[in-house]
């Protein structure tokens, strides 16, 4: 993906970005290649998701050809690879922009591509793939709206998309809010977390409700079939029996699953 950035200050224009004297300043594309900022997701959301997928698809055979399936922002592989286990026989790319990242996704997958979702696009045809999982890269994009209408160009029709992202309203957030607690999931730096529990900064920039996730897909041209919800894996040992409890309500549970088809 292509996050971008810029900083302004009084009397500089925005193309000027304003510079410590101790700090070097990093984009977000820095942000990304520094191969200690985490770039895999939870085995229970992965394989959640690639059972709602391998559900759409159905198995490949003789008298149904394998799917195309892209992993848009695959990071180190791992979700592609969970998925492989249960998507019997289907074709799966991995595509991400970060060269640290492919590296690391090289040795699971059987095909890695390097692709953009903005500036020239992904280097795939119009039409050309039958589904897309895009998990938890949504919540990283500065332009998700161009990220998606990409996801669509790339898609056949009635193809599938597969997306997932962290929940806003997730049960325990909704109380760290009334007490005054930023969020989890939610940053306001890219050095440190501040405010809220944890203390790893993955670059989390937009965040979603069950609502609003429903609404942006079906804004960007998808029909949404499913929403459903998915445990984390950063939630403290103690509280996961209530975090899996929680993925019966989506509107309440820590990770978001979306299944749309394009129309």
């Not at 998309?161 to 007490?179: D, I, K």
Request: charged content about 20%.
């Amino acid at each position: 993906m292509t996050p971008s950035s810029n900083g302004s200050a009084a009397g500089k224009s925005p193309e000027a970005p304003v510079h410590s004297p101790t700090r070097p300043v990093l984009g977000l594309r820095d942000f990304y290649e520094d191969p200690t900022v985490p770039v895999a997701s939870g085995e229970a959301r992965s394989l959640r998701q690639a059972r709602m997928l391998a559900d759409a698809l159905g198995p490949a055979g003789p008298d149904r050809p394998a799917a195309t399936v892209l992993d848009v922002g695959c990071g180190d592989g791992s979700a592609a690879a969970t998925a492989a286990r249960v998507l019997n026989g289907h074709r799966i790319v991995g595509v991400d922009w970060s060269q640290d990242a492919l590296r690391r996704a090289a040795p699971r997958l059987s095909q890695v591509v390097r692709g953009e979702l903005t500036g020239g696009g992904l280097p795939f045809a119009s039409g050309s793939a039958d589904a897309v999982l895009f998990s938890e890269v949504v919540e990283h994009l500065v332009d998700p709206d161009s990220a998606l209408d990409e996801l669509h160009r790339v898609l056949r029709p009635g193809g599938h998309l597969m997306l997932s992202t962290p929940n806003l309203a997730a049960w325990y957030n909704r109380g760290l809010l009334l007490a005054g607690v930023q969020p989890v999931f939610s940053e306001v730096s890219l050095r440190r977390i501040h405010g809220r529990p944890g203390s790893q900064v993955v670059g989390h920039l937009r965040l979603y409700t069950a609502r609003a996730l429903r609404e942006f897909v079906a804004a960007s041209g998808f029909e949404v079939v499913t929403v459903a919800g998915a445990p984390f894996h950063g939630v403290p040992r103690p509280l996961r029996p209530l975090d899996r409890l929680a993925c019966r309500l989506p509107s309440l549970a820590s990770i978001l699953l979306v299944h749309a088809r394009k129309v």
